[in-house]
């Protein structure tokens, strides 16, 4: 395990910012998330505890309790950028229609930051997840990621990383340097075994590819965010 700040030179500004106070509730939207999604959830999220606990001896995430996770009633479009942490936390939702995002993603976090204005890093105060079941997950679109993987990959957003590669950043947001590794011509990159790795594969039967353990490049990331001083 990584317990130092590692940051790649190719990957200067993926760092976006941090929460001030930990851990970061995280809350399912009333009715969402079926039994087996609610337990995928939270795998991703003590896949972050897990990592967190032992490098920095706090938990990441609340994820609520094991089997239910904390439940919100929050109706949100966007996150609430114009007040303080929301009791709920950041709620996850899914988007069965008004996909407003990029078609190609299967899921999106959205934050509110505060900027820093001695040079330190943003801290994040509110965020939503919305997970794509417009163009993914549901039988007519034909392509059904791994939650696991997903939730792992969304909740690494939400503590504050951005993409180990380009130059499928988010909009608005700082992006890594450099591009993505072509996966057919260097599929050894270990870039590419990061969950925080833009890309999700998909077999000919439309299931996604399982990316669910942390890489060191994704926790030497992760302390970077949460080291006193940053
Ligand atoms: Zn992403």
Redesign the pocket.
Known sequence: MVTACVLPVTEANTIQGHWATTPAKVSLHVGDFDPSEVNAIQAGGASWNTFFQASKSFNMFDMGPPGGGNISSNAQSTPTCGSGTLADGTVLYKRFSNWTHNAAAIAVTTTCFTPNNNGGLATIFNAIMEFNYVNFYVASAGRFPDMQSIAV??LG?LLGLD?TCGPLG?PNQAKPFTACPDVNADPNNPVIATV?F?QVFFDPSGAGEVKQILTADDQGRANCAYTPGN
């Open positions: 990959h969304e957003h993409h988010r925080m833009p």
